[in-house]
C-alpha cells in the first residue's frame, strides 16, 4: 500500500489515481528513499578503524588488520549506497560528507575509506618489524 500524498489516504500499489480523491500518485513522491545507515554506523567504522590501528602497533599486526577491514568493509558499503559516490564527483561526495549533519554518517566511513593505503602500508610494515620484535620480546621474556 502507499498513501495519496494529497489526502493521505491509502490506496493499492498498483494504482496511480487516488480513488478518493482523484489527484495522481506520482512514483515518486511514494518511492521509498534509499535506505541510509544510522550515523551510529559510522561511528563504529570509525571505532573498527582506530581499534585495528592500535592493534597493529601495540599488540598483533594481523589482528589489527582483520578488525580494521571489518570496519573498511562496513564503511565502504555504506558510502557506496550514496547517490553522489562515483569516481567522476568524488569531491561532491566528499563535499557533502563533511557537512555538519554528515560527518558522523558519511564523514567518518569516508576517512576510513580514504586511510585503507596508509592501512594496509602500516600493517605490513607492523607485520614484518613490529610482530618480530614483539615475538622476539615474548621470547626474551620466557627465557629470562
Ligand atoms: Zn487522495
Known sequence: MK???KCGKEVMDNINVCTACGAKITESKVKVEKKEAAPAYGVI?????IAGIYLIANVWSLLGALVYFVGFGM???E???????SDKNFGDFAKKSFKKQNILKKGIPAIVVVIM???VAYGIYGWIILDSV???QHITDLIM
Open 134 to 136: 614483539r615475538t622476539a
Open 3 to 5: 498513501k495519496c500524498p
Open 79 to 85: 558510502i557506496k549506497r550514496d547517490k553522489d559516490f
Open 117 to 119: 593505503p596508509l592501512v
Open 45 to 49: 567504522t570509525g571505532v573498527l578503524a
Open 75 to 77: 564503511a565502504l558499503s
